[in-house]
């Protein structure tokens, strides 16, 4: 009733839609043997299916009538009681304070326990702080009022230097930032620079004009590697060393390929006009809160305006840019952001497939707007029902192939991941992926 309701946008439909495309196949997708058994009935072979049943459980005593009035979407918000919000995990919600803080206490119907037969989570209690400024964040980690933190490359030197505090380095992130131009036809941008934006050998231009090793050095201190395509090292075993030709920096190069398409600077003045005679300006926006973006934007500008390119650099609010990125009208040109990764590649397919919310250059296509994106589609959607380990690899890294030499999203660079953590804690495993069996932390 939530998962595959039309009227409810959700990510576990988009995975779920390259498998269940026929009424008839929703219809007879899953029925209920007794009270804690489910049978699903899958119309093909679905390689990460057991991954999406870890899909959240939800309360139908709590949701449902929310359901039926079309307001799921709005069911639970900042203002809900947190006697209201029921899930299954090893925590429940106690109190939150709107922009302050949320106070978790154990739940006491927590299915797992350890060998010895105690309910698990160890620790019983977990308050998690909401900071904007990532300066106050690493202050209040550093002060002692925060037990563990994930550290930028530019808070290295402070936390090396706390007393009784282990530092992780996790390795290369899976996240991954990005540069992306919107391509969407149904965009409220001109149409002209629409036309600049679907141009692969515009977007290549762009890419050969963007110093990521100046990125990795300067932003990140040198703890980043330069990305050139939709998977970092941490994708294992996706990811290989010669998976992503290298993108040099080269602006004459850059420049060569902006001519070549017939850009130009007609009347003198400094800039770039395109074969129209409009001037290459564009709108290039981030979100305010994170500092190594706008440290980024601000030197993809200086260097883009090296080649002509007018830039107005704007970072805004978080929520602003998302609600501009994934709904009508998509106002908006150029944006600095990024995603998480996901283990299984299928995970990312509502990013990646063309019918997908988050294809962020044109989303929800009824039918693939270019070859190779029906190319990709194709890829993506034969290695979900293949069951060969060695052969969804393979295919998946074709699709990741055709992504990085298209370009549709700009790959920068890649950093580090770590973790600072007081030297308090037994069973405290960090990783790139998230903590690893959480539940069985406990203090020293």
């Known amino acids: 009733d939530v998962y595959l309701n039309k009227n409810i946008p959700n990510s576990t439909a988009d995975m779920l839609r390259g498998i269940l495309r026929e009424e008839k196949d929703v219809e007879n997708f899953v029925r209920a043997i007794d009270p804690y058994t489910l049978e699903f009935n899958l119309p093909k072979p679905f390689a990460p299916f057991l991954g999406i049943l870890a899909s959240p459980i939800l309360p139908k005593h709590k949701l449902e009538k929310f359901v039926k009035e079309g307001t799921f979407m709005q069911a639970w918000n900042v203002n809900t009681n947190p006697e209201e919000i029921v899930g299954t995990g090893p925590y429940k919600l106690k109190r939150y304070i709107k922009g302050q803080l949320v106070e978790y206490e154990a ?3 927590y299915y797992r326990k350890d060998e010895g037969g105690k309910r698990l989570p160890y620790i019983k209690r977990r308050v998690a702080y909401i900071v904007q400024d990532p300066d106050t964040a690493l202050l209040m980690f550093s002060t002692g009022k925060a037990d563990y933190h994930g550290i930028r490359p530019t808070d290295l030197m402070t936390v090396v230097r706390l007393k009784e505090v282990s530092l992780f380095d996790l390795g290369p992130t899976p996240s991954t930032t990005f540069l992306v131009f919107n391509q969407n036809p149904q965009a409220d941008i001109p149409k002209y620079k629409l036309r600049w934006f679907q141009n692969s050998q515009f977007r290549r231009a762009i890419s050969m004009a963007i110093d990521r090793s100046g990125i990795s050095l300067l932003v990140y201190n040198g703890l980043a590697q330069p990305l050139y395509g939709p998977i970092t090292p941490a994708n294992r075993p996706y990811y290989y060393e010669e998976l992503f030709p290298e993108i040099p920096y080269d602006l004459k190069t850059a420049r060569k390929l902006l001519e070549g398409l017939g850009f130009s600077d007609r009347n003198k003045d400094g800039w770039l006009e395109d074969p129209e005679g409009n001037t290459v300006e564009i709108i290039l926006l981030t979100n305010a809160e994170n500092k190594e973006r706008q440290a980024i934007g601000n030197m993809i500008k200086e260097d883009l305006e090296k080649l002509g390119i007018k830039v107005i650099f704007n970072p805004i ?23 998480t990764g996901s283990l299984d590649p299928h995970f990312g397919r509502n990013v990646w497939h063309s019918s997908g919310t988050l294809h962020m ?14 190319e990709v589609d194709e890829l993506f959607d034969r290695a979900s029902s293949v069951l060969s380990r060695e052969e969804r690899i393979e295919l998946y890294r074709q699709a990741y192939r055709i992504i990085a030499k298209e370009q549709p999203l700009i790959f920068l660079a890649t950093p580090k ?21 959480e539940e069985y932390m406990f203090f020293k």
Do not use: C, H
Not at 361 to 374: I, M, S, V, Y
Not at 423 to 434: A, L, Q, S
């Open 317 to 339: 609010d978080f929520n602003a840019l998302v609600r501009r990125l994934t709904t009508p009208p998509y106002q908006w040109e150029a944006v600095i952001i990024g995603l």
């Open 361 to 374: 250059w044109n989303p929800r296509q009824k039918t693939p707007a270019t070859d190779w994106e029906r």
């Open 417 to 437: 991941s770590m973790v600072g953590a007081r030297d308090k804690f037994e069973n405290y495993f960090p990783t790139v992926w998230g903590q690893y069996e």
């Open 107 to 109: 739940n006491p119907y």
